[in-house]
């Protein structure tokens, strides 16, 4: 058995929600624009919220290597408690 996908779909309320495919009515994340953003951002809404998306994976990653390196430094200095 596969790993799901994770995609990003717009709902019929204009808002757009990240999923796993197989399970389809459950939202990871939803992003709300108001209605003054979109029609700022038009055609442009999903890549947007696909840059927004990919911008908080990204940081998620780096704090968790921060944390793995305060962790060996605490522990290399004998500091872990």
């Given at each position: 058995?596969?790993?799901p996908i994770i995609e990003l779909?717009?709902?019929e309320n204009g808002d757009i929600a990240l999923r796993h495919s197989d399970a389809p009515?459950?939202?990871?994340l939803t992003i709300?624009?108001?209605e003054q953003i979109r029609n700022f951002l038009e055609f442009d809404q999903m890549e947007v919220a696909?840059?927004?998306v990919e911008a908080g994976m990204d940081k998620y990653r780096d704090i968790q290597v921060q944390?793995?390196?305060?962790v060996k430094e605490a522990t290399d200095s004998g500091r872990l408690h």
């Open positions: 058995m596969s790993d779909i717009k709902l009515d459950e939202h990871l709300n624009f108001s696909r840059a927004m944390r793995i390196e305060e």
